[in-house]
Antibody
């Protein structure tokens, strides 16, 4: 079965760079049509999509955060890494990675999610 | 900055039917992008509940159903049960933003 798990620091200081790793099993990120995305949830519960990487290494970013984000994959390790620069207290949130299955372009969604990791930004 | 609008809360007694709306625009739901629904139980990650407007993943009870019309979509829960008390989020794709968008979330309370 498909599982994903996020790992990384729980506390970062303002202006620092956050690096999160998603380690997954049960699928290959070299399978055509498959992707892994990152979504965060603020303490107020709002969900915000951040980035997604496809099986062919194509990358997509949220326009509002694009300048701060980098997503990369290591297919051999079954890992996807997200970096976010210049962290601010407003970036305090639970960060999830999720599996995006193959589907036509009108029906993109996430069918499996990791448990999430809470990242607090504070000095 | 959620692009899809949902009511903050809905409630119902056990056994009743409740409905959650998800209102979008001509660049997402109205453009033909499907709506998907997630259930988030307290302290857990979101779980896919409905995909492509009205399809249930394996294991999701048929008490949950989805529909879509124009620039809006709805999630209905019939025969409400105590275990349905959770937050529910809709999700689609927005062509103007070139990205995935989520609803504001709705808390379902079982009275």
């Amino acid at each position: 079965q498909i599982t994903l798990k996020e790992s990384g620091p729980t506390l970062v200081k303002p202006t620092q760079t956050l690096t999160l790793t998603c380690t997954f099993s049960g699928f290959s990120l070299s399978t055509s049509g498959v992707g892994v995305g990152w979504i965060r949830q603020t303490p107020g519960k709002a969900l915000e999509w951040l980035a997604l990487i496809y099986w062919d290494d194509d990358k997509r970013y949220s326009p509002s955060l694009k300048s701060r984000l980098t997503i990369a994959k290591d297919t051999s390790k079954n890992q996807v890494v997200l970096t976010m620069t210049n962290m601010d207290p407003v970036d305090t949130a639970t960060y999830y990675c999720a599996h995006r299955p193959y589907s036509d372009f009108t029906a993109w969604h996430f069918d499996y999610w990791g448990q999430g990791t809470l990242v607090t930004v504070s000095s | 900055q959620s692009v899809l609008t949902q009511p903050p809360s809905v409630s119902g007694a056990p056994g009743q039917r409740v409905s959650i709306s998800c209102t979008g625009s001509s660049s997402n739901i109205g453009a033909g992008y499907a709506v998907h629904w997630y259930q988030q139980l307290p302290g857990t990650a979101p779980k896919l509940l409905i995909y492509r407007n009205n399809n249930r993943p394996s294991g999701v009870p048929d008490r949950f159903s989805g529909s879509q019309s124009g620039t809006s979509a709805s999630l209905a829960i019939t025969g409400l049960q105590a275990e349905d008390e959770a937050d529910y989020f809709c999700q689609s794709y927005d062509s103007s933003l070139s990205g995935y968008v989520f609803g504001t979330g709705t808390k379902v309370t079982v009275l």
